[in-house]
Structure formats: structure tokens, C-alpha cells
């Protein structure tokens, strides 16, 4: 075989796989690993925990402080989230699954084609606004595009195979269940295959040590999941530490007469 | 949305520490310097790194939100620092951006292999003077957050900021002149006893005149029910006075047993612009004070970086605080049970209480000569709880009220721009270039009066509404109580 087929087949595969699971997961026992020393909420901030669930919630189905602030960047990124959450589900059907779309119906497998373009048009609007737009410009760094870039060929090369039956979905199954077993046969030799593979195995091993980690990290987010409860249950800071202040005795010896001039032990009654 | 990329903001830095106030606080590295001339110790970028190195691992948000940010550009927009400006290092994110960058560059895999290709970048000279310049130009007012879709709250990565800049012995005078006489003399203005007592009898003098009533203001009053802490400004006149006699005739009208201290009499609290340390030490003179005078409760004034300390910080800092009482209204028996912990409320939650008890007897008419409309303060807006109690209250001291441009209100507001220490006069410029939303949006209701419950709003728009001939009075929620207050 290809050593190089063999190594993208058989070795980076797992790499990929298991760099983007423990990455995660590493990424999330270090931000945990961290305490939180003060409780600051942003407003409206719930005092229940139902009310917490509510608003992340919101957040996380529907983007809404993203839509309270640019209704624009909102639909783009929400068809784009959207988009890949749609592929991600249908690509587990389709390669593990194959069946299942007889009970979901194959009107549906045609339909994830449409998601395909959508998620290829918002990806295209969210990058032509990054170069485009001088605020948005200044803050993007090359990793920006780049991911951006990386996302539209591997959506491209989908959709492209899909629109035109250029790969055998059956064996790409069998080649994917083959990895499953720990036991792996030889990958599709289809370069539009491989090419998709390949890029979507480097978005893998780049996802936790990226901004895309954002897909656990808002989580976790301190301004949002947080109960605005601060006066009510005290907050304790693991590192806090006691602070010298100057004492009632040091500030009467260092204003005694004024002091002694509002009455006796500076009161006034 | 345009930038101007010569960076226009950048000639605004604020002053120089003077060296005896680094010592009197124990900065690090007392030395002369200036905001041109920064005079850095020889060893500053390993203490900067170390400090650096701490407050991401001391800060889980901090950390957080410098790694999940995906640079959409949602905040870009919503700085007033930048709108006025267009420079683009004001907006949220690039702001946070000058130090994730150098988090990047020491503190990640990715930054340390590709470096400028994720954006990390060497913490030089230069930055430290882009981080000194831009650091102090945001008001930590926390709108950006509000809008981010990941709440990526700017304000703390700036608190983690200023911490590393205080590290290395640069702060602006305008935090720490107010910070050092707060810790020495008792409050930010570096009011003495004496003058405390006479502001406060120049008070009951003008009261007596007013309305004929002999009020007595106790002073450091041991086994007093309440002390009452209001910010230091109030004692010191301007837009503040009004809200301090305010306070005062309804404490007598009610018969408050209460006490205000010389030695405790500052609500505010420049630390908290500083960093952690300083925000403690003059938080913990409060609660030092309440217990050697024995007091149940306490209760603050009129200001908004006190709300952000008492609300937020408090109990953390300083407590328990179990030496007091949960707090009680000895009017109208109302528990305070949302304070239960922390055992200080703020002056419009009580004063809202006794409204909605019946407790005041009020003539709305006093005030109709103003058309009052309410500016939210960043604080209690967005620090989560003062959004609906002041406006209870204007609703039954005036009657005509206006609501600002929704946009720019309640959680949303645009603040006054002059918070997190740029109240100084080498920022007015830059200061008036931002808050022009705010101005606009004020002129368009066609209020003459606006009401607010922050010293700083209070002497802030006071100068603005100078600077743009604007015949709008400043003045606290409590001013109009004062005046809307019946005596019998």
C-alpha cells in the first residue's frame, strides 16, 4: 500500500480522533481547574437555577445576546450553526447508520444536500465580512481566515461529492466501521474522499487548541451561568487572603483633636 | 463600521502616580515616572509575565474568555470609547486583544509554535504603553457583555490588566490620590473629621432655613441601629449636596436611628478600579467600622461603584459577616432578605420600601419644575439589581417623567465614561467624544433634569452638560425625595 495512504487511512484517523476528544476534555478540566473568586453576573441575571437554564438556553438555541446586538452577523451565523449541526447528525447516519434514513425517510437525505449550500453560503458571508468590514478586518488574525478557508473546502468537497455521486457511500461505511473495530481495511481510493478526510482530520486536531473550543468553553461563561444571588449566599474565594487596614485606634491618634472637636471618642450624638 | 487606524485615542493617557502615594499604598517599584515616561524597572517583563501568569490561573473567567473568543465582532460596535473615537483598539475585543495577544504568545501551544499567525505577539515596551493608553480607557462598564454571545465580559480581562500594569509600578494618579486618602484619611475627597462635621452642620443649617426643622446628623454614634455610608462627594457639595440633605430629612422625617463615620465615610471605592487588593482594603473599613460601632446593618448611599463592591464583592471579601444583623427597615419591618449575607442595602431599595409601605408622605408637585428622566449607571444596571427600585421611586417624587431611548437604557445603557478612574481632566476630551450618545439621547427627551444614583454620573454630566451650555440640572434620586418630602 501508499505509505501515504496508509498513514492517512490508518494512523491520523486516531490521531485526529482522540487529539480532539481528550484536547476537549483537557481543555475543560484546566478552565474548571481554575477558581471562580467572585461572583459577577451580567444583567438580566436569574436568581434560580431554572432561570439560569432559561437563559442559556436561549443563548445556546436561539443566539440571543448575539441577536440583541447584530441582527446580520446573527442569521449568518445561526444558518452556519445550524448547517453543521445538521451535517455532523447526518454524516453519523449516513456512515454508521446507513439504514435509519429508510425510517427517517430519504426525502430527508435529499434535503441535507440544501443544508450543505446553506452552510457553504453563510461560511462565504461570514468570511467576505471579515474582509470586508474594517472593524471586523483589524481584529482578525490569518488563523481567521484560515479556519474559515479549511471549513468552505471541506463543506465544498461535500457537497460537491454528494451533488455529484462521486464517492461510494457504501464503502466509505465499511472503511469507517473497519477504524470502529480497531481493525482498519484499506480507505476508499477516491482523491475527493481523501482530500475531505484528510482536511476534516486537521479541523479535528485543531479544534482544542482553538477559538473553536468556544463550543464548550460558553459553558462555562461566569458572566452568563452564574445566579445573581451575591448578597444573599456568601461567594467563597479559595485564595483570598487578609489585608491590613488602618485601625479606628491609629486614625483617632492621627486626627485626635479634630476628633475631640465633634465630641468625646469623635461622636456625635 | 470605520475605523480610523492612526489611532486617534492614543495621545489620551492619564497621569502619573506621584511616587509618595505608590509608598503610602506600597506599589510596587515607588519611583518618578511620567505618561510619556514610564521609567520601567529593569526587570519589569518577568514580573509582568509571573503576574500575568497568576491572574489567569487565579480568574477562571479570565482565562475563559481569553481562549473562547472567536473574534465575530458582535461588541465592536457598542463601546462608546470607540464610537466617539473610531480608534479601533477601543473596540471590546481588540482591547482584549492587546492582551490575549501577549497571553497568547507565553501561555498557549498554539501561540508559542505559530505566533503571529494566531495572533500572539511579544510583550515589548510598546505594549506596555498601548496597554497603559487603552487600559484606562475603558470605563469597565460591561455593555460589550451584554451583547457577546458568550457574555465575554471585557471589564475583568481588564481588571486582570491593570493588575499586571500595577505589578510592574504603573497606575494613573487618578485612581490612586482618591485610593491613597481613603486609606489614610477616611475617604477619596481626603475629607478630615472636621470638615466632615462641617459640611454636614453647613447641611442641617440649610435645612433649618429650607423648611424650619432642626435635623441633627449623628456622627461615629455608637450602638446606632444603622450606619449610613454614602459616597465621600456628597459631603462635598456640587450635584452631590442635594442627595446627601435629601438623605438626611428623610432620616429625620422617619426617625432613623442611624450614624454616619468619619472613618468609614467613603460608599465608593476607587480599589476596585485597581485591583483586588485596595477594592478589599477599603471595603473592609466599612465592615471594621460596623462593628466597633455596634451597628445592626449598614446601609450606602447614593454611588455606583459602591453598589458594584457591596453587590458583588462584599461578602466575598470581607465576610462573614456575621457580627451584624440581617437587615431589618426598623419603619417598615421589611426583611431584606436578598442582603441576608452581605448585611448592606442600598439607600434606594430602603427608600423604595417606604414608598411602597406608605411610609413617606410625598408631594410629587414639589418637583414640577423639572422634567426628570433617569440615566442608569453602569454598575447598578449591570452588575445585576438596581434597575426597577429608582425608578419606583421617581415615579411617586415627580411627575414627569421621561424614559431615555431604549436602546441605550437599562441593561443597555451607555454610561457616563468617566468610571473606572478616567474621572480626570486630562480625559474630558476624550470623554465628551463618548459620551455623546448618551448627551443626544438625553437632549432628545427634553428632559431639564436627569437623575442619577452614582457620584460619578453626578460630576461627570454636571461637566458636560457645562462644556455644551446645557440647561439640564444633575442631581440624585434622593435630592428629589428631599424635595418632595412633607413636613407637618
Known amino acids: 500500500m501508499d505509505p501515504l495512504i496508509f498513514f492517512i487511512g490508518y494512523i491520523t484517523p486516531y490521531i485526529a480522533f482522540f487529539t480532539l ?38 443563548d445556546f438555541f436561539a443566539f440571543r445576546s448575539l441577536l440583541k446586538g447584530n441582527k446580520k452577523l446573527w442569521i449568518g451565523g445561526y444558518v452556519f450553526h445550524v448547517a453543521l449541526a445538521i451535517t455532523l447528525v447526518s454524516h453519523i447516519i449516513n456512515v454508521y447508520f446507513h439504514e435509519l434514513w429508510e425510517v427517517i425517510g430519504y426525502g430527508w437525505y435529499e434535503a441535507v444536500l440544501y443544508s450543505g449550500i446553506f452552510f457553504l453560503a453563510a461560511l462565504f458571508f461570514l468570511l467576505v465580512r471579515r474582509i470586508l468590514l474594517p472593524n471586523v478586518r483589524y481584529i482578525s488574525k490569518l488563523s481567521d481566515y484560515i479556519i474559515l478557508v479549511l471549513l468552505i473546502s471541506i463543506v465544498f468537497l461535500g457537497v460537491y461529492m454528494r451533488s455529484f455521486g462521486l464517492v461510494d457511500m457504501a464503502s466509505v461505511s465499511e472503511y469507517m466501521y473497519s477504524l470502529l473495530r480497531f481493525n482498519p481495511i484499506p480507505p476508499p481510493n477516491n482523491i475527493w474522499f481523501l482530500t475531505h478526510y484528510v482536511l476534516a482530520q486537521i479541523l479535528f486536531i485543531y479544534v482544542p487548541f482553538s477559538k473553536i473550543s468556544h463550543l464548550i468553553g460558553w459553558i462555562l461563561s461566569t458572566t452568563r451561568n452564574m445566579r445573581n444571588i451575591t448578597r444573599w449566599k456568601r461567594h467563597v474565594n479559595p485564595w483570598d487572603y487578609p489585608v491590613e487596614v488602618i485601625t479606628w485606634e491609629e486614625y483617632y491618634r492621627k486626627f485626635k483633636d479634630e476628633l475631640d472637636s465633634i465630641g468625646p471618642d469623635g461622636e456625635r450624638r | 463600521m470605520k475605523v480610523d487606524t492612526s489611532l486617534p485615542a492614543r495621545k489620551y493617557k492619564l497621569y502619573a502616580t506621584w511616587k509618595r502615594d505608590m509608598e503610602t499604598m506600597h506599589l510596587p517599584f515607588p519611583r518618578e515616572w511620567s505618561h510619556t515616561q514610564f521609567n520601567l524597572p529593569p526587570n519589569w517583563k518577568e514580573v509582568a509575565l509571573k503576574k500575568m501568569d497568576e491572574v489567569v490561573n487565579k480568574f477562571r473567567s479570565v482565562k475563559l474568555f481569553l481562549d473562547i473568543c472567536v473574534k465575530c465582532g458582535a461588541c465592536t460596535d457598542k463601546c462608546p470609547f470607540f464610537l466617539g473615537t473610531l480608534d479601533p483598539n477601543n473596540m471590546p475585543v481588540a482591547r482584549q486583544d492587546l492582551f490575549r495577544s501577549v497571553y497568547k504568545r507565553y501561555f498557549t501551544l498554539t501561540g508559542k509554535i505559530f505566533k503571529g499567525f494566531v495572533g500572539a505577539e511579544e510583550l515589548t515596551e510598546e505594549t506596555v504603553e498601548l496597554w497603559y493608553t487603552y487600559f484606562y480607557q475603558c470605563s469597565q462598564c460591561r455593555r460589550c457583555s451584554v451583547f457577546c454571545p458568550y457574555g465575554i465580559d471585557t471589564a475583568e480581562i481588564m481588571i486582570a490588566g491593570r493588575e499586571v500594569l500595577t505589578a510592574i509600578g504603573l497606575s494613573p494618579r487618578s485612581l490612586t490620590e482618591a485610593i491613597a486618602k481613603c486609606e489614610t484619611v477616611g475617604n477619596h475627597m481626603g475629607i478630615p473629621p472636621a470638615a466632615l462635621l462641617s459640611a454636614v452642620q453647613f447641611a442641617e443649617e440649610e435645612i433649618k432655613e429650607e423648611t424650619g426643622i432642626d435635623v441633627k446628623v449623628p456622627i461615629n454614634k455608637k450602638g446606632a441601629e444603622i450606619l449610613y455610608v454614602p459616597p465621600s462627594a456628597d459631603f462635598f457639595g456640587g450635584p452631590h449636596w442635594g442627595t446627601l440633605k435629601g438623605a438626611i430629612k428623610m432620616f429625620h422625617l422617619i426617625g432613623l436611628d442611624y450614624t454616619i463615620s468619619t472613618y468609614a465615610s467613603e460608599g465608593g471605592n ?19 467600622e460596623a462593628k466597633r460601632l455596634g451597628v445592626k446593618w449598614i446601609l450606602g448611599g447614593e454611588c455606583g461603584h459602591m453598589w458594584r463592591v457591596i453587590h458583588a464583592f462584599m461578602d466575598t471579601m470581607n465576610g462573614p459577616i456575621d457580627f451584624l444583623e440581617e437587615p431589618v427597615s426598623p419603619i417598615t419591618g421589611t426583611k431584606f432578605e436578598h442582603a441576608a449575607s452581605t448585611k448592606m442595602v442600598h439607600i434606594c431599595e430602603f427608600t423604595a420600601d417606604l414608598i411602597k409601605h406608605g411610609k413617606l408622605k410625598l408631594n410629587p408637585d414639589a418637583n414640577n419644575q423639572y422634567v426628570v428622566t433617569y440615566h442608569d449607571s453602569c454598575n447598578p444596571a449591570r452588575v445585576v439589581g438596581l434597575i426597577e427600585e429608582p425608578r419606583y421611586i421617581l415615579r411617586h417624587v415627580c411627575k414627569n417623567y421621561v424614559e431615555l431611548d431604549p436602546n441605550i437604557n437599562r441593561e443597555k445603557t451607555i454610561c457616563c465614561c468617566a468610571g473606572g478612574g478616567l474621572l480626570a481632566d486630562e480625559t474630558i476630551e476624550l470623554r465628551l467624544k463618548a459620551v455623546r450618545p448618551k448627551l443626544e439621547a438625553i437632549k432628545r427627551t427634553g428632559a431639564n433634569f436627569l437623575a442619577c444614583i452614582c457620584a460619578i454620573d453626578k460630576a461627570a454630566f454636571t461637566e458636560y452638560f457645562d462644556h455644551y451650555k446645557l440647561p439640564i440640572t444633575v442631581g440624585g434620586v434622593h435630592e428629589l425625595v428631599g424635595n418632595a418630602l412633607v413636613f407637618d
Do not use: D
Open chain 1, 21 to 58: 476528544i481528550l484536547g476537549l476534555i483537557y481543555r475543560v478540566v484546566r478552565w474548571l481547574s481554575i477558581p471562580i473568586p467572585v461572583r459577577f453576573p451580567v444583567a438580566p441575571a436569574p436568581v434560580t437555577y431554572t432561570g439560569v437554564l432559561k437563559r442559556m438556553s436561549l
Open chain 2, 270 to 288: 476607587f480599589g476596585t478600579w485597581l485591583g483586588y487588593e485596595h477594592m478589599k482594603k477599603i471595603n473592609r473599613k466599612l465592615v471594621e
